[in-house]
């Protein structure tokens, strides 16, 4: 599973060209627009779970495609089964940001929520789980801990994974 996600300022423009016009679902008093001829996905009849309603376009799972084998020198990426886009600048929301709420013990929630459902193989990370959250130092932290996690066994592996860590900026 990918999860590409979150970016601002001067970044944002960028996907604006290969998503439907901001403000579109909102003029047209609908939360999210239907999908469309350009987007993503063969769907029949009425969405059948809630990310269904936010379908990106095609250009845009492309590219998503394309920089994943440009970033890691892949020949090819897998196809992609299913994709959702949400843009929370969009109407009703105006964007969006995460906090830990009063009296949570974050440190704690932070080891829980790499492997939640243990020992079952989904692992969470991202910024919102982090003590940095808002940061991309926060993600970094969070997929270092996923790491360990996943590879805990193999020392080797690990001791990798701790040593490129340490060599990351800190701030």
């Known amino acids: 599973m990918l999860m590409a996600s979150y970016d601002d300022g001067a970044n ?4 604006d060209g290969l998503r439907p016009r ?3 679902a909102w003029a047209k008093r609908q939360e999210v627009l239907e999908p469309d ?3 993503f996905g063969d769907r029949d009849g009425q969405p059948s779970q809630a990310w269904d309603q936010y379908q990106p376009t095609r250009a845009m799972v492309d590219e998503v495609a394309h920089q994943l084998a440009t970033v890691h020198g892949l020949p090819y990426t897998p196809i992609v089964g299913n994709a959702a886009f949400r843009d929370w600048g969009d109407d009703p929301f105006g964007g969006g940001y995460n906090t830990w709420n009063i009296g949570v013990k974050s440190w704690e929630v932070e080891q829980r929520i790499i492997q939640p459902l243990a020992p079952r193989p989904l692992y969470i990370c991202g910024e919102a789980y982090s003590d940095a959250q808002g940061w991309v130092e926060g993600a970094l932290q969070t997929a270092d801990a996923m790491l360990n996690t996943i590879f805990a066994d193999q020392p080797d592996t690990h001791s990798v994974i701790t040593s490129r860590s340490a060599a990351l900026p800190q701030t």
Not at 12 to 15: A, H, K, T, Y
Request: glycine share 30%; aromatic share 20%; charged share 10%.
């Open 12 to 15: 944002i423009g960028f996907w």
């Open 22 to 24: 901001r403000g579109l």
């Open 37 to 39: 001829a350009g987007s």
